[in-house]
């Protein structure tokens, strides 16, 4: 039951924090500005977005409930606080006020974050740490593409 309830905590915030954050871009991804930009070659097609992301929260909310529970310290919370402040605020920055160059520092300090956890938390995940894997690996593919933006335009 703890499971459960602390699982459901975590898809809340997660889930919120896509929610939040598709609400501060503002209609990003159809505006004019973001329509016009050259993009990388790798961009996957606008609805890859929407089904990865789920997909990723998903994944994160078991990976934080595992870790939370197994370690409930001021360490995970607050890089699970910082993770939820950089991930929601990107999409302000980039796609709301156009500032490329500052997303991607952003965009760099999550990847950083989800790092530190499939990092320091291996030994005590282990094959649970594959949970936060594709947060990882769609943070490096995203990170690629505001690098590509900043650079080409």
Known sequence: ??????????????????GIGFLLMNNGPQ??????LNKAPWTPPGWVFGVTW???ML???FYMTYLYIALPNTKV???FTVQFF???IWNF???NQHLVGLGLIVILALT?????????????????????????LWLCIATSLNLYVLLYN
């Open 1 to 18: 039951m703890k499971f459960i309830k602390i699982f459901f905590i975590f898809l809340i915030i997660n889930f919120g924090a896509l």
């Open 31 to 36: 505006t004019d500005w973001y329509l016009q």
């Open 54 to 56: 789920n997909a990723i």
């Open 59 to 61: 994944c994160f909310s």
């Open 77 to 79: 919370k607050i890089l």
């Open 86 to 88: 950089l991930n929601v």
């Open 93 to 95: 920055i980039f796609f």
């Open 112 to 136: 950083s974050i989800v790092m530190l956890f499939l990092y320091d938390y291996k030994k005590q995940q282990g094959l649970k740490t594959l949970l936060i894997v594709p947060y990882f």
